[in-house]
């Protein structure tokens, strides 16, 4: 499995609730495409967030937020380097 990253920037600024809402409904079409959903980073203000996966590929990701109607700014494949 690869580490995908999402990006998505909201104007206006989105709260926690309706990024919860969308989450869930991704979440709900993530299986269809053997995507898993590891965690998720949503900026301060409600402008960005930036979210990792795993799946085979990045189009695993894509196919499944546009299954579920939420869109994206863009989406890559990622090394992932980590502290201990």
């Known amino acids: 499995m ?3 990253i999402l990006e998505r920037s ?3 600024p989105i709260d926690a609730a309706r ?5 869930q409904r991704v979440g709900e079409c993530l ?5 898993k959903w590891v965690r ?13 996966f795993e799946a085979a590929d990045a189009e695993q990701v894509r196919a499944s937020f546009r299954a579920a109607g939420v869109g994206f ?3 890559w ?3 992932v380097f980590a502290s201990g």
Do not use: N, Q, W
């Not at 990024?19 to 989450?23: C, N, P, W």
């Not at 299986?31 to 995507?35: M, V």
């Not at 980073?41 to 979210?51: A, E, I, K, N, Q």
């Open 40 to 52: 998720s980073y949503l900026s301060d203000d409600g402008r960005r967030s930036v979210c990792e």
């Open 19 to 23: 990024f919860g809402e969308m989450a």
């Open 31 to 35: 299986g269809a495409y053997r995507a």
């Open 73 to 75: 700014d863009g989406t």
């Open 2 to 4: 690869a580490t995908i």
């Open 77 to 79: 494949t990622a090394k």
């Open 10 to 12: 909201y104007d206006p």
